[in-house]
Nanobody, 127 residues
Framework: QVQLRESGPGLVKPSQTLSLTCAVS??????????WSWIRQPPGKGLEWIGY???????YYSPSLKSRTSISRDTSKNQFTLQLSSVTPEDTAVYYC???????????????????WGQGTQVTVSS
């Protein structure tokens, strides 16, 4: 059974870059038709999809966050990484990594389409 685990700093200063890593076990991030996403939940708000990296290595980002987002992977370590630049206090949230399968030719962009989730990690943006 696949397991995902997020790691990274819990506190980031405004204007800096937030960097989180998702370590995956029980399944390869290069297995066909799986998409690996970052999703967040700000306090008191709903889940927000940030972007994904596909089994092929291609990426796709939420239009609202695209200019500040980069997702990459290290296949030798079976992990993928989120970088979100120029953060503000509005980026404070619990950040999740998640996996979904799809043969549709493009990955899922709704959080409810994701079947496997990490436990989440709190990131606070504050000086």
């Amino acid at each position: 059974q696949v397991q995902l685990r997020e790691s990274g700093p819990g506190l980031v200063k405004p204007s800096q870059t937030l960097s989180l890593t998702c370590a995956v076990s029980g399944g390869s991030i290069t297995t066909n038709y799986y998409y690996w996403s970052w999703i967040r939940q700000p306090p008191g708000k709903g889940l927000e999809w940030i972007g994904y990296i596909a089994y092929s290595g291609s990426t796709y980002y939420s239009p609202s966050l695209k200019s500040r987002t980069s997702i990459s992977r290290d296949t030798s370590k079976n992990q993928f990484t989120l970088q979100l630049s120029s953060v503000t206090p509005e980026d404070t949230a619990v950040y999740y990594c998640a996996r979904a399968g799809s043969r549709a030719g493009r990955g899922p962009t709704r959080p409810d389409e994701y079947a496997n989730w990490g436990q989440g990690t709190q990131v606070t943006v504050s000086s």
